[in-house]
């Protein structure tokens, strides 16, 4: 079977970041009764639901340690390999940080796919590497009933620039440097329901590097920063907001949506993640009157791959990240979508 005549996406049963385990699910996994002592150079590691570890090199910088794979979003397999290899880079920009290098993770089903289909998702994932100027320096592959692909990254960062996403402050503007939309397009795609000029957008969007989370990193005012991926703008923004012991405002009006998703919203094309997301978060989201909570139901979980970077940032330093956004072509993403709040009896209030 040649690459010309597969479609990736019918032999997995999830879609890049709508594969990841559901949040309550993983809360339960991740639960353990081992009492071990921090280490003391570990800066940021499993106390946090932050997008990487991150350890003290004792030179005022710190090593980035992340990983991230998924199973196909997209058919093609050169393109399925950018859209693993530039999500998972993500984590390391969303620190603050300078990727170094990666190495390959890759599953696949030998008697199913062939190798040459395999090469063409490693030269994919290549590509993207040689973007963001680090090599793909290794890897390990073994047989999978499913294909898999991704990456374990290293990077690095001055501690002092180092970004979390449980340190935002009272009063920060919130920021989205990418639209909202992917799993909905991406589940037309796999329905073969996806226009031709919407797939470009989609394949654009997932192949982008979240490259700016390194200048950003280089702001003070920017108290935090995450990349919004499989739990959606919702979940990410709780963790934020719960993890720096505020609360969160979102203004719905100002959430910025991909070209063709209402399309698909009003066909009720939603991926299965969606749900499992809305029923692991909505108890804590307030919805103001006035907010179309329908569509709200499929935009706010909507899992994201290689999704914007959610950014709280003080109102002093709000015009210098407008700036920023602005010399890197993301002026349309300039006008903030929310803000940080004290604490209240909602960590999410939608507006």
């Keep these: 079977m040649s690459a010309e005549e597969i479609k990736l996406t ?9 594969c990841k385990i559901a949040p309550k699910v993983l809360e339960e996994i991740l ?17 946090s639901n932050d997008d990487a570890a991150v350890y003290d090199l004792g030179n005022g910088m710190a090593l ?3 990983t991230d794979f998924f199973t196909p979003i997209v058919n093609d397999p050169h393109l399925f390999g950018r859209v693993a290899a530039a999500n998972a880079i993500s984590d390391v920009y969303a620190m603050g940080g300078k990727p170094l290098l990666a190495i390959a993770i890759l599953g696949w089903p030998v008697e199913k796919l062939s190798a040459t289909i395999a090469q063409q998702v490693i030269e994919g994932g290549r590509t993207i590497c040689a973007e963001a100027r680090i090599p793909l320096a290794g890897g390990h592959s073994i047989d999978s ?3 898999i692909f991704g990456l374990a990254v290293s990077g690095i960062v001055p501690i002092s620039q180092l970004k979390k996403n449980n340190t935002a402050q ?5 920021l989205l440097t990418k639209p909202l939309g992917v799993g909905i397009l991406s589940t037309a795609e796999k329905r073969g329901l996806l226009q031709p000029e919407h797939r470009t957008v989609l394949e654009k969007q997932l192949t982008t590097l979240n490259s700016i989370g390194e200048k950003l990193g280089a702001i003070a005012g920017v108290h935090s920063m995450t990349d919004v991926t499989g739990f959606g703008l ?6 934020m907001a ?6 969160a405002q979102i203004n719905y009006g100002k959430v910025p949506l991909m070209e063709g998703a209402r399309d698909y919203i009003t066909q009720r094309i939603t991926p299965d993640a969606t749900p499992r997301n809305w029923n ?3 108890s804590k989201v307030k919805f103001e009157k006035g907010v179309n909570v329908m569509e709200a139901f499929t935009v706010l979980p909507d899992p994201q791959t290689n999704g914007g970077l959610l950014i709280s940032v003080s109102e002093a330093a709000l015009q210098e990240v407008q700036a920023l956004f602005s010399a890197n072509g993301l002026a349309s993403c300039c006008e903030p979508i929310g803000k940080m709040i004290a604490a209240g009896e909602h960590p999410l209030t939608v507006l």
């Excluded at 639960?31 to 106390?47: A, E, M």
């Design 10 to 18: 019918s032999f997995s049963h999830g879609a890049g970041c709508g």
């Design 242 to 247: 719960t993890g720096s012991g505020l609360s």
């Design 145 to 147: 009933p499913e294909p």
């Design 64 to 66: 980035i340690s992340t």
């Design 280 to 282: 692991s978060y909505s």
């Design 31 to 47: 639960h353990s009764n081992l009492s071990l002592p921090d280490n003391k150079n570990l800066l940021v590691g499993n106390h």
């Design 170 to 174: 009272e009063g920060d503007a919130l």
């Design 234 to 239: 919702m979940g990410h923004t709780l963790e």
